[in-house]
């Protein structure tokens, strides 16, 4: 998880509105991070003092969640090359998070990154569309049933995994 916020402190100096919270890093969770909009006025409304870290999330709108994915021994080259750009999320767990951000009416993104290269990828993948209530995809995927490394301890699964086209993603150096 070092790594993964280290990408996300990265994603925040191109985003600095932003203010988050991850999930416990102890326990799986659906979703690694929530993305919200902190009220700049709120301490000059209510105290009068500079924002103290605990006040970051009173009178907060929720932006969007995160999933983040740390890649080791995968140098930017090589994912776009031998890779082809496809960034391999299990499909039971992009659905999850999907159902998270449709359930909060916001926005889902994804957070890649690199570690061997020292950067990220950040991309919206549904967006909430206020019009019709719903969580539209904005992605391209495709799902396809691979054998994958089960866990980070290793062994092997089969398992629906979506390939997510990371190709037009700009970078961010950590």
């Known amino acids: 998880m070092e790594w993964a916020r280290k990408g996300l402190r990265a994603w925040h100096r191109k985003n600095p509105w ?7 890093q102890d326990r799986y969770a659906d979703l690694d991070a929530i993305i919200g909009r902190p009220d ?3 301490a000059e409304n209510h105290i009068d003092e500079s924002v103290e870290a605990r006040c970051l ?3 907060s709108e929720l932006e ?12 930017k080259e090589k994912f776009f090359g031998e890779w082809g750009g496809k960034w391999l999320v299990t499909y039971d767990k992009l659905k999850r998070c999907y159902d998270t951000a449709y359930s909060l009416r916001t926005d889902l993104t994804g957070l890649l990154v690199l570690v061997d290269s020292k950067v990220c990828y950040h991309k919206l993948l549904a967006e909430y569309n206020k019009d019709t209530g719903g969580l ?5 995927f495709e799902v396809m ?10 062994g092997t699964a089969l398992r629906e995994n ?3 086209d990371m190709n037009e993603v700009e970078g961010i150096e950590i």
Not at 145 to 154: C, D, L
């Open 136 to 140: 539209e995809w904005r992605i391209n």
């Open 64 to 75: 969007q969640v995160m999933e983040i994915k740390s890649r080791f021994d995968v140098t």
């Open 40 to 42: 700049a006025r709120w």
């Open 145 to 154: 049933t691979t054998e994958t490394q089960k866990t980070i301890n290793g």
């Open 57 to 59: 999330w009173i009178e």
């Open 162 to 164: 979506a390939y997510i």
């Open 18 to 24: 932003a203010c988050w919270i991850e999930t416990k």
